[in-house]
């Protein structure tokens, strides 16, 4: 099946740092989601971007529909404790033909008060 | 607006017992949905999805086994736990298989 390769697999930063994360592939998407997972709890959608260069904000966080279709990027700006948790990518790829979504395999994010 | 639920919220099993795990779903008709395992800090991964009632399509050949007896309802079991077994277990539905997935709140499966 596709595989999303996602990085890094964690970072460990200070409060107010920014944060950035990527997921890749080699097939060609044309969804892309991003969520969020507290710890012992179930990932909640933040972000879903649907066209190539799509560039999307929620509050501090601004998701990026990769020009080439095959990356997206997360940020967190100005990070603060509650950010704390697993961050996921999901994408739909264009040749799956049973279209389902695809899952990286996370970004564990630890911030330091 | 569309909740999915899922029960127990945390369990503790004895090796060699039965399992049964439920989700359902309100506020929305025909879904897709999905059984996801999760390890510790670990990835998503994808059990068993269903698109209809008596539909269940398996990802992974292991333990346990999923049905659909309901439209809105689906279960996770398992005749006999394995100390692998024990993990995150996460139920999701979307309204298409390409489409967002929204996720419960998972049951926490402890084999012993």
């Known amino acids: 099946g596709q595989q999303l390769n996602q990085s890094p697999q964690s970072m460990f930063i200070q409060e107010g740092e920014d944060v950035s994360m990527n997921c890749t592939s080699s097939?060609?998407?044309?969804?892309w989601l991003w969520y969020k997972q507290d710890p012992g709890e179930g990932p909640v959608l933040l972000i879903a971007?649907?066209?190539?260069?799509e560039l999307t904000s929620n509050g501090r966080l601004t998701a990026q529909f990769g020009i080439t279709r095959k990356d997206s990027f997360l940020n967190i700006s100005a990070s603060i404790p509650s950010d704390v948790g697993i961050y996921f990518c999901?994408?739909?790829?264009?040749?799956?033909?049973?279209?389902?979504?695809?899952f990286g395999g996370g970004t564990r994010l630890m911030v330091k008060p | 607006s569309q909740t999915i639920h899922q029960w127990p919220a945390t369990l503790v099993q004895p090796v060699g017992s039965p399992l049964s795990l439920e989700c359902t779903v309100e506020?929305?008709?025909?879904?897709?949905l999905y059984w996801y395992r999760q390890a510790a800090g670990r990835g998503l991964q994808l059990l068993f999805y269903s698109v209809g009632i008596g539909q269940i399509s398996s990802e992974v050949p292991q333990n346990l086994s999923a049905s659909r007896p309901q439209d809105r309802q689906f279960i996770l079991s398992s005749k006999k736990l394995l100390l692998s077994d024990s993990g995150f277990y996460l139920c999701?539905?979307?309204?298409?298989?390409?489409?967002?997935?929204?996720f419960g709140p998972g049951t926490r499966l402890t084999v012993l």
């Open positions: 506020g929305t008709s025909n879904p897709n």
């Open positions: 999701a539905w979307s309204a298409g298989l390409g489409n967002e997935q929204f």
């Open positions: 999901a994408g739909r790829p264009v040749t799956n033909a049973g279209n389902m979504l695809t």
């Open positions: 971007l649907y066209k190539a260069g």
């Open positions: 097939s060609i998407f044309n969804t």
